[in-house]
């Protein structure tokens, strides 16, 4: 028994926990009748599809040494779903399911193992005692379950990967269930071929050599690397969001915001045995608040790539509907997926049009953003403060939002428990506006006259956005002013000159008299003190 469980790799609890319902009543029939017990008549399954319940029931079945009879439905959901919403032929085959499993007649030495992906679909007649009595949850497997089930995968295959990268692999594969694990082997290989191929991999002399394919083929951690790049986790297909890779050098400035986002995201992974030692947390959600353009976005795309986690976004154009209570669900559903691929990550832009303030004084309401007790911005706002700390487990889900009007939010939001750190953004200061420059004039030639700390001192007010603009700006004016608005002969006899091909300190000048900064003195102070009312 213990060399056939080797066959299901991160899948060993569940694996022991229907062994010993069903092995019972088949292997050890004596005992039971003598105890005069009567041993669970049903076992349901459930957990996300592709997790492997099939190939965990063949196996059960193979090590009892039992005929095993399918049925597809091809899930129980769809054979036997909830009778009030089902039509008259489907609640026929609940009833008769029901008179089958326990009916007058003794089953004998039978056990029913039903599988489903959505549990809360079937019958809940079908689910008490004397008929399914067990139910067995199959979890999207963690990062030491990959690991063995990519070991595993990849026993008889060919490759190079070392303990590092496969810890690596295990790691960046997170939300990936049995089935996408192996669907990633399966590609990863196949990359390794057609490398080999463009190469040109002399296949028909590979006998005469001494050497068989997959000898010459081995499959290398870029080969993994590039199907990963194309086989996003099935969890996650729907929900995800790619984000453009974004590294903490490529943000200017904002040391203290970027010290406070890497302590609350990195630090619980880094240091997990620590943090559970002194009976800390990690933190269950970060708002970022201030002035437009100041990267706050750009902070989150950071966080997502240096963490590994499970990327999921909610705005409010894609979020509200004008059916009454696709709203809370489409909430409910991104909670429900980010929890299947924890750790993950679940970004709300522009938090304020989604969760505003409630408006207790006003009576009734209707289904607009606001006016009334029973909105649907109130009824999105309690079922988010439900799914970040109700009774649901939310471990491993970190709740990021972004706003430029943090007075707007529910104060129910900003408590601990739910956002336990509020950070502002400010805008950039000499330092980062002079390193913000810096990065959007990496791949523009500057002229020699072009001084990145003169032009930091005069463009004060201005966010990272409108630098971003000011450099985009400037390179746009000596294209048209330079190189696309001289001669077709001048272009000829003057292709390489540096001073044509390159931005100038002109060109910024003008660039600056175009592009305004976004902020005022003003705005800044409104800013001040909207922070100090709202907490």
Not at 46 to 70: D, E, F, N, Y
Not at 153 to 159: A, E, G, W, Y
Not at 195 to 212: F, K, V, Y
Not at 285 to 292: D, E, K, R, T, W
Request: hydrophobic share 40%.
């Amino acid at each position: 028994m213990t060399q056939n469980l080797k066959v299901l790799p991160g899948l060993e609890g569940p694996t022991k926990a229907l062994l010993e319902v069903v092995s019972y009543p088949l292997l050890y029939p004596d005992l039971i009748a003598r105890l005069n017990i009567e041993c669970p008549k049903g076992v349901l399954l459930h957990g996300p599809p592709g997790v492997g319940k099939t190939l965990l029931v063949s196996t059960v079945a193979h090590i009892c040494r039992a005929q095993m009879v399918t049925i597809y439905g091809p899930e129980l959901d769809a054979l036997t779903p909830h009778r009030a919403d089902s039509q008259a032929h489907e609640s026929r085959v609940v009833a008769q399911l029901l008179t089958l499993m326990d009916g007058l007649v003794s089953r004998g030495r039978v056990v029913v193992i039903a599988a489903t992906n959505r549990p809360n679909s079937i019958d809940p007649a079908l689910r008490r005692p004397g008929r399914f009595d067990r139910e067995i949850r199959m979890d999207v497997p963690r990062e030491n379950d990959r690991r063995r089930i990519i070991e595993g995968l990849i026993k008889n295959m060919p490759h190079t990967l070392s303990e590092e990268e496969l810890g690596g692999l295990a790691r960046m594969t997170n939300g990936f269930v049995g089935a996408d694990l192996e669907a990633l082997c399966r590609e990863s290989a196949l990359g390794a071929v057609h490398r080999n191929i463009a190469a040109g991999l002399d296949w028909n002399n590979l006998g005469r050599a001494g050497t068989t394919a997959a000898e010459a083929v081995s499959v290398t951690m870029a080969d993994f690397k590039r199907a990963f790049s194309t086989n996003a986790p099935s969890l996650q297909r729907g929900y995800a969001v790619v984000v453009e890779p974004v590294q903490w050098s490529d943000i200017g400035g904002l040391e203290a915001v970027k010290t406070q986002l890497r302590q609350a995201v990195e630090w619980p992974v880094l240091y997990k045995e620590t943090f559970s030692r002194l009976g800390l947390k990690a933190p269950r959600g970060i708002l970022l608040y201030g002035p437009p353009g100041c990267s706050k976005t750009t902070l989150v795309k950071a966080v997502v790539t240096n963490s590994g986690s499970s990327f999921l976004s909610v705005n409010g154009a894609a979020l509200y509907s004008s059916y009454v209570g696709d709203s809370e669900k489409t909430i409910r559903e991104t909670f429900h997926q980010a929890r299947l691929s924890a750790p993950s990550i679940i970004f709300f832009d522009e938090i304020d049009t989604i969760v505003g303030k409630r408006n207790f004084s006003s009576g009734g309401g209707g289904e607009g953003g606001g006016g009334g007790g029973d909105s649907v911005q109130e009824r999105v706002l309690s079922t988010m403060l439900n799914e970040m700390d109700g009774v649901e487990n939310a471990a491993g889900v970190l709740i990021v939002a972004a706003t430029n009007r943090v007075d707007l939010i529910d104060k129910a939001l900003l408590r601990p428990g739910r956002f336990d750190r509020i950070v502002y953004v400010p805008p950039p200061d000499l330092e980062a506006r002079r390193q913000i420059l810096g990065i959007y004039t990496r791949e523009i030639p500057l002229a020699e006259d072009v001084d990145l700390d003169a032009l930091a001192q005069i463009t004060e007010m201005y966010t990272g956005a409108d630098l971003q603009n000011v450099c985009r700006e400037a390179a746009l004016i000596a294209l048209r002013t330079r190189i696309l608005g001289a001669s077709t002969a001048t272009r000829a006899a003057d292709e390489t000159a540096p001073s044509r091909e390159s931005v100038n300190a002109q060109d910024f000048k003008q660039s600056l008299a175009s592009v305004k900064p976004s902020l005022t003195a003003a705005m800044l102070l409104e800013y001040s003190s909207t922070g100090q009312r709202a907490f």
